[in-house]
């Protein structure tokens, strides 16, 4: 699945965590500045990092897919 990460810093000895979303909006060329997410009409991801072939089963401990996302992804399609 494409996605968009989000980098969610850690607090003292927590690791990073990412975040991934479902990409909204047009696709990206590797060279924007702003990435729409399918989870809000407002909200985005800024000086994103590229986006990327996700798997939807996730194993590394710090990444995990975004919960309004992996529902719009899991919802079936009309």
Known sequence: MLATPERVPGHGRTPDQTIWHKPAGLRCTDDCDFHAIAC???EGIVAPAPNRDVPLNL????EKWCQECR???DAPTP
């Open 71 to 73: 529902a719009l992804i």
């Open 40 to 42: 809000s009409s407002t």
């Open 59 to 62: 194993e590394a401990a710090d």
